[in-house]
């Protein structure tokens, strides 16, 4: 697949010179759904503004379709964008709201009914036409909002924290929803969420940010299973994150043990971020342990037990279909492959 969008050494600062975006590059191919993802500030939304052309870089190009489009304004880019307030017009139903788009346009009549039809059936809310925007249901007037966007047909649309103001389980289905919409219109979906599961859900590419920086661009899979840095596998899902230091080539010491695992290349004494993740802590007798901990709480968390257990220097989490009861002493063990090495998260900004 092609590039559709590129952003080259994009930078964003205040007039103070506190930056915002800190000369971040990325490429967003043509049909993807890329999500950025991220805590509050880190500059994910800021990205998306920069897209969708409301705000403009103190440095840095934007090229769509390999054509730089800095200084374009937001209604001559072929995007269109999707914010968590939906800001529907209260005072038109729902065929209106669509089609209001197309009006502005100058769009013939018979070619809006047309448009619009597909768009009401395309997010399954054919038989609202003339319904009330103050008669519809939170997910509903989302899936208007969605229709409105795409009704414009453009090459990509930006989604910023969409489902927000949904409650749990509508924010689940909408997650499904939107997913189709993209693969069966074949568009670009660029989204904007600090919800994990949402993006781990969703998206082809995963880009995660923090304090204006871009960490970690992959699958989901790729994402979870080997975070880049401590701050990556901290905030995709819980970790143990363990000081540690590496020997030698493919052997890790930490909580004054030495274990195998399946990472080399560091220099010899290097001090290294250590994680591990929940569910890979296996529970063995203590007696057959490197490892033992008092199990200081366990929590039924429906599919599983979290169960704390107090260690040497850390608090463990463990994910286990079995609990153990709080005040018994516990071995830990784990395979080498899900003993993960990296780099301090410091060392990796800098």
């Known amino acids: 697949m092609e590039n559709i969008i590129s952003l080259k050494n994009i930078i964003v600062e205040f007039e103070d010179g506190d930056r915002i975006l800190k000369n971040i590059s990325l490429d967003i191919k043509d049909k993807e759904f890329v999500t ?12 998306l503004r920069i897209i969708a052309g409301f705000l403009e870089p103190t440095s840095g190009d934007v090229l769509f379709d390999g054509h730089r489009i800095n200084g374009v304004p937001p209604h001559k880019r072929n995007v269109n964008t999707v914010f968590q307030r939906y800001a529907l017009f209260p005072h038109l139903n729902v065929y209106e709201n669509i089609a209001f788009g197309l009006r502005v346009k100058n769009v013939p009549e018979k070619e809006i009914l047309s448009r619009v039809g597909e768009m009401l059936e395309l997010v399954n809310l054919k038989g609202f036409e003339k319904r009330s925007i103050h008669r519809l249901s939170g997910g509903q007037q989302q899936r208007v909002a969605i229709a409105r966007a795409l009704v414009n047909r453009p090459k990509v649309l930006l989604l910023d924290e969409p489902l927000g103001a949904l409650d749990l389980k509508l924010r689940k289905e909408m997650q499904i929803e939107l997913r189709r919409i993209q693969q069966e219109l074949e568009l670009t979906f660029v989204y904007v969420t600090h919800d994990q599961e949402e993006a781990l859900t969703m998206s082809d590419s995963i880009v995660v940010m923090n304090s204006g920086s871009i960490q970690q661009i992959g699958t989901p899979t790729d994402i979870y299973n080997e975070p880049i840095n ?79 257990v107090d260690g040497v220097d850390h608090k463990w989490i463990i994910h286990s279909t079995k609990a153990e009861p709080a005040g018994s002493m516990i071995g830990m063990a784990f395979d080498p492959y899900d003993i993960h090495i990296m780099n301090k998260t410091s060392e990796v900004e800098e």
């Open 230 to 308: 401590a701050f990556v596998a901290d905030f995709i899902g819980e970790s143990n994150i363990i000081n540690g230091s590496m020997p030698e080539d493919c052997v890790v010491e930490f909580a004054g043990r030495c274990f195998e695992c399946v990472d080399k290349g560091f220099t010899p004494g290097k001090t290294v971020d250590v994680v591990i993740r929940p569910e890979d802590v296996k529970v063995i007798p203590a007696e057959k342990a490197k490892l033992t901990g008092i199990v200081e709480s366990v929590v039924f968390k429906g599919v599983h037990y979290e169960m704390i």
């Open 36 to 47: 950025f993802l991220g805590p509050s500030g880190c500059g994910k939304t800021t990205t």
